[in-house]
């Protein structure tokens, strides 16, 4: 480690608010692995919702309305107590980032060195054993400094070796994003056969759920905007609706939903008898009516997706390194400009994923977009 660089480039998240609670540094001190870790120089990270959720505070049960609304509302000081994934509060100084694609460049004093120049993806949710209160896990880029910068260190067992002619930007829009996707349709067993409903199937969860789905044989309607119908059309999607497309009752077996909102309902009415919902993400709002009647008289499945057995991201980097999910990469920015990347992702100005690079690879690259 001693031909490592002392201090990097690193974007810093400072406390929860605005995009000016995003802080560039030049001069941040490069971490050192511990004993299980390994160092990753980091080859590209994607943005998520996740970070945005992160930085507004937005997971707080003080906060009911949708992201969009957290975004130009005063989050309660009092999110700032249970402002993480699992409840707890963000300890801040932060460097966010959950989509890390690197070569590992050092290794702690417990990892073998032949791991050294391995490229791999990083576990963005991280199994821990079970504690009292049941599932445990820990968030990359959220409970841990993340790949928002020049290097990154993580959990040996959470750095899974890639082996892709996939480019390190291309193989960043996969990990946090892509993972859930498995994730939730690995946990509602969807099976070939089955038809899906994929709500928000435009962004980086949705754009991966339905190649995922399609993967597994299943009938997919995916839901999005207009101008994304064509992009999500070339993913594999069977049928693209509209957002406010009316939805028919008793139809799909399976819901795989990333919006939530006030349409909530109509998904759960859109079910089969037996039918399964499954939600990991309420960017149109976290609060919504439930008829119980509906679910037990139909014998309907309601389930959350967070949790991750590792499994999960196992099999995931195997449909990666078989090419049996490709990226959906829309643009590359310098890390520098994370500010612009985060405002376009909130504006859902391009489809699939955004992808940050540290400065100094970015102008190797000479900033081409992919």
Known sequence: MT????????????????????EVHADWPVPRPSSDEVLIRVGGCAVNNTDINTRIGWYSKTVTGSTDDA?????????????????????????????????IVATGANV?????????????MQPRPASAEGLDYVTFGADMDGGFADYAVAASDMAYKVTSNLNDLELASFPCAASTAENMLDRISLTAGERVLVTGASGGVGSAAVQLAKMRGAQVVAVASA??????RRLGADEVWL??????????????????????????EALKRGGRYIAAGAIAGPIAE??????????????????QPPHVFANLVRSIEAGAIRPVVSKVYPLSQIRQAQADFVGKTYPGKLVLVPDSLYRESAGVTL
């Open 227 to 232: 101008d994304k119908h064509d992009f999500v």
């Open 112 to 124: 073998p060195e032949r791991r050294l120049g391995e490229r791999v993806l990083v576990a963005a």
């Open 3 to 22: 031909d490592l660089p002392t201090h990097m480039q690193a974007v810093v998240l400072t406390a929860h608010g605005g995009p000016d609670k995003l």
């Open 243 to 268: 957002r406010d497309a009316a939805l028919p009752v008793q139809h799909f077996d399976v819901v795989v939903d990333l919006v939530a909102g006030n349409r909530w309902p109509d998904l759960i």
């Open 71 to 103: 975004m130009t509302t005063a989050v309660p000081a009092s999110a700032a107590a249970e402002s993480s994934w699992s409840g707890a509060a963000i300890r801040f100084p932060r460097i966010q980032g959950a989509d890390l694609c690197g070569v």
């Open 290 to 307: 439930i008829d119980l009647r509906t679910v037990y008289l139909r014998d309907l499945i309601i389930a959350g997706s967070t949790y």
